[in-house]
């Protein structure tokens, strides 16, 4: 548990509800709580790494992607960037795994900054309450998936990010990521990319079926392998964490430009609340309080608007292709500390 308060008084200059820091120590003090109740985001993510552990043994890392099931199902790894520009992580914050559909996230904040506001005619924003890759709405809703956090959802934004970037859809996601982490070593793990591919039956039944309605601008195949690039890009919790901030400054990207309008921002926050962690975005809502995007490497980005982004890892997986571990500790995060959006 961690202390409340700190025993001696320390002073947070500025107005209340802004982020303060106390001039004795400089750490954040928490908005509307005591003036010496700080935010220790280190102490934070020892709380959130303690939960983590606990649940060791439970959950599967994910095997239909032959690639994916080498990885050690107990890693794990959590950071927080906040806007301040300061970094913290615990575990193995900087151990890079596949990000998986974490890149969803990524290609729909890149073809809304790029005016593909279109894609809305192509695809919802309304919670699936299917498994992320499930077939049977497409055949109902006639090829307009829900939204574009499930598969056949992102399928779609990739094909418009590929239109709408020349032909270099899951280049744009890598450079993007690179950029906004500051880390230009980070790549696409061919791999994991080409595992994907040779075990992707379902995924091209959910490609073949959105064509089929004419939903596809771009070949199936192409699509498909653009998908599977930007899924098997290899990133940290750190870079992620990093990346996630464009988010958390409503829309700022690191240099200070602005890649999305803070309505933009507010939107894209607001249908990964919902969608973001596909059948279980309730319990996720209920549990962590954070609009958040998960991938079956394991990694869950969730955002704290306004002030930071947070990324946890932990291969094992539950039924609904979350991991266990960073739910868990994403859930001791923010019911320790009550930052949440709630
Ligand atoms: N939920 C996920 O992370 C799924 C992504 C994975 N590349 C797939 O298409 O199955």
Request: aromatic share 6%; net charge negative; proline share 5%.
């Amino acid at each position: 548990m961690l202390p409340a308060v700190a025993a001696d008084v320390r002073r947070f200059p500025g107005p209340p509800g802004a982020n303060r820091r106390c001039t004795a120590c400089g750490a954040l003090a928490l908005a509307g709580r005591p003036e010496n109740d700080h935010v220790d985001y280190q102490e934070l993510l020892d709380a959130a790494t303690a939960a983590a552990r606990r649940t060791r043994g439970t959950g599967h890392v994910a095997d239909y992607i032959p690639a994916l099931a080498r990885v050690d199902p107990d890693a794990f790894g959590m950071a927080i960037a906040t806007v301040e520009g300061d970094v913290y992580g615990a575990g193995e914050w900087e151990q890079p795994f596949s990000i998986q559909s974490v890149s969803k996230l990524l290609t729909l904040t890149l073809v809304l900054a790029q005016g593909g506001d279109d894609v809305w005619q192509r695809v919802g924003r309304e919670p699936s309450g299917n498994p992320f890759n499930s077939l049977v709405q497409l055949e109902t809703e006639h090829g307009i998936p829900r939204n574009p956090f499930i598969n056949a959802g992102a399928v779609v934004v990739t094909d418009r990010l590929h239109s709408l970037t020349g032909g270099h859809a899951a280049e744009a996601v890598l450079d993007f990521v690179r950029t906004e982490s500051g880390n230009p070593d980070l790549a696409i793990d061919p791999e994991v990319a080409a595992s994907e591919a040779e075990h992707g039956h379902r995924n091209a039944a959910l490609a073949h079926f959105i064509a089929s309605h004419g939903n596809l601008v771009n070949s199936v195949e192409t699509v498909l392998t653009e998908y599977y690039a930007h899924c098997a890009i290899a990133a940290s919790c750190r870079d992620l964490a990093q990346t996630g901030l464009v988010l958390a400054r409503h829309g700022l990207r690191v240099d200070g430009s602005r890649l999305l309008s803070r309505s933009e921002a507010k939107r894209i926050n607001a249908i990964l609340l919902t969608c973001g962690t596909y059948d279980a975005a309730g319990e996720f809502a209920y549990r962590v309080g954070l609009p958040g995007k998960s991938g079956v490497g394991g990694g869950i980005l969730a955002i704290l608007p306004g002030q930071a982004a947070i990324c946890a890892w932990g291969p094992a997986l539950d039924p609904a292709g979350n991991s266990v571990a960073a739910v868990a500790a994403l859930d001791a995060f923010t019911t320790l500390s009550g930052l949440s959006i709630f």
